[in-house]
């Protein structure tokens, strides 16, 4: 882990007394109406630098955004973050083959490859063609293990090391037959799902699909659903299909995953 080498120390006090500095100033100042949104703006800015500053300064993940400045040295190497995610790790279901129709003969593809890469292993499989293969290479994600092997460009495969949405960014112009997101949108909030799928729509040629999974909660599944902590909220086929419309999809499929009851494909066609 990227952490800020011990011979600055002092820089660890004077980043905490700007931090508390700015995080009351920014308490006092309540938004009294939407001009004021830009005051939020700050604060949540603010949560994500805190959080990439725990990264430096201690190795703690950057997504773990609710542990402050406080809190983190008493995780910090005491390897209690990465013993957690480890246990959560191991309750990942098997992966299961995702049952698309009509992608076998793609010439160009943006996916995200799926945890351990599984997912993009399958689909070199079945592409009858050798399609262009934009992949997105995300090494924050939390539950990239030791064993996660670096994806080699080749020929047709360009890698972006970016995380989801940073990625959206690189869909831009109609130029794919069809984008992968893997599991990504669960661990989106509902506005960053909602304009990564819109970029998804636009950066599809005519008759595209955009296709993923998702595990629909429920509560007589919610300990395992949350046993993926990447999770960011509970997800339903009716959300997924409300994003997708609003994205501009005109034909949206949900079905069951074969293997696994609680687990679901979504599969949407530009026209």
């Known amino acids: ?16 007394k700007v931090r508390r500095l700015l995080w009351k100033i920014l308490s006092e100042i309540s938004p009294q109406n939407l001009v004021d949104e830009q005051i939020m703006s700050y604060r949540d800015r603010l949560a994500l630098l ?3 500053v725990n990264w430096r300064l201690y190795g703690i ?4 955004h609710n542990i402050k400045l406080e809190q983190a040295q008493l995780f910090s190497g005491s390897g209690e973050v990465e013993w957690a995610l480890e246990k959560f790790r191991k309750n990942l279901k098997i992966f299961s083959p995702p049952v698309i129709e009509n992608i076998s003969d793609v010439e160009s593809v943006f996916m995200f490859p799926g945890d351990e890469n599984l997912e993009l292993t399958y689909f070199k499989t079945i592409f009858s063609k050798s399609p262009r293969i934009t992949v997105i290479e995300d090494k924050s994600d939390l539950f990239r293990s030791g064993e996660h092997q670096d994806i080699i460009e080749q020929k047709n495969v360009q890698v972006l090391i970016v995380n989801a949405t940073e990625a959206a960014a690189r869909l831009t112009t109609s130029e794919f037959d069809f984008v992968w997101l893997s599991s990504v949108v669960e661990r989106l909030t509902p506005l960053q799902s909602q304009i990564l799928l819109k970029r998804a729509f636009s950066a599809l040629i005519p008759n595209g699909i955009c296709a993923g999974y998702f595990e629909e909660y429920s509560l007589t599944n919610a300990g395992m659903y949350w046993a993926d902590v990447r999770r960011v909220r509970p997800l339903t086929s009716e959300f997924i299909h409300l994003l997708a419309k609003n994205a501009g999809f005109r034909i949206v499929k949900i079905y069951q995953d074969s293997t696994v009851s609680s687990r679901y494909i979504y599969n949407l066609t530009t026209a």
């Open 1 to 16: 882990m990227s952490v800020l080498p011990n011979r600055v120390p002092f820089l660890r006090l004077i980043i905490h």
């Open 50 to 52: 805190e959080s990439h």
């Open 61 to 64: 993940p950057a997504q773990i």
